[in-house]
């Protein structure tokens, strides 16, 4: 059963403004430290910002999926947007609260670029069969 969807648009130049006016704290703010690590294995700032910019909205997309936005008990550092060994990107809740978040569900997450925005889409499932009525 879908629980949740979220999506989110933003444009690159917006978040290239974000990270050279405070590269250091707008990647701590937004990234977590595996995710930070990923980040400067990019040889390129072009690739560097559209790789930040689609973590951004997939971050956003999943704050709307589960409905409590940013600033209470979950931050944009808290989520990791990871991809597995093909490519596909994963979210996962890095904080004391993730059991809250992520108990029996599955999250489905799509990130696209253009030259000029990113995008993402996130679905949440409940995975409880026990809660499942026919």
């Not at 059963?1 to 006016?21: A, Q, Y």
């Not at 790789?51 to 990791?80: H, M, P, Q």
Request: charged share 30%; aromatic share 6%.
């Amino acid at each position: 059963m879908i629980i949740g969807i979220g999506c989110d648009l933003v444009e690159l130049n917006r978040i290239k403004d974000g990270f050279r006016r405070g590269e250091k704290a707008f990647l701590r703010h937004v990234l977590s430290r595996r995710e930070q690590e990923v980040f400067h294995q990019f040889k390129t700032e072009c690739r560097q910002i559209e790789w930040l910019s689609g973590r951004f909205v997939a971050k956003e997309a999943y704050s709307k999926a589960i409905g409590t936005g940013f600033g209470g008990s979950i931050n944009l550092s808290d989520i990791e947007v990871l991809s597995d060994q093909l490519g596909k990107p994963m979210i996962m809740i890095s904080n004391d609260s993730a059991e809250q978040f992520t108990s029996d569900r599955v999250c489905h997450v799509s990130i696209t670029h253009t030259k000029l925005t990113a995008g993402a889409v996130v679905i949440i499932e409940d995975n409880d069969k026990r809660k499942v009525t026919l």
